[in-house]
């Protein structure tokens, strides 16, 4: 069955923010369960359908290290861009 658009881009934004939540709680399902609010089976599937769809090994330590430091600089980088103004100038 064919996903629209839009329903392509809500599922790559939730296995991101589902990932994202997860690195961040240590890879635990039942807190990124209560931090996204969301039933632990669907986190179950939503990390399921990530490891099928990128081969992710989640007993690779290396990689986990990875995944959670990938996180910070992304979200490191956002707060930096979103607080610049259009005439400002970044830091060195």
């Excluded at 589902?18 to 890879?27: D, H, I, N």
Aim: net charge positive; aromatic share 14%; proline share 3%.
């Amino acid at each position: 069955h064919l996903l629209s658009r839009r329903q392509r881009q809500m599922c790559i934004r939730d296995s991101y923010e589902t990932l994202k939540v997860y690195a961040q709680t240590g890879y635990s399902k039942n807190m990124t369960a209560d931090l996204m609010f969301l039933h632990r089976n669907t986190v179950n599937y939503r990390i399921q359908q990530i490891t099928d769809l990128f081969s992710i090994d989640f007993s690779d330590h290396t990689l986990l290290f990875k995944l959670q430091y990938s996180f910070y600089i992304d979200s490191y980088l956002k707060n930096r861009y979103i607080s610049l103004t259009p005439h400002s100038k970044p830091e060195p």
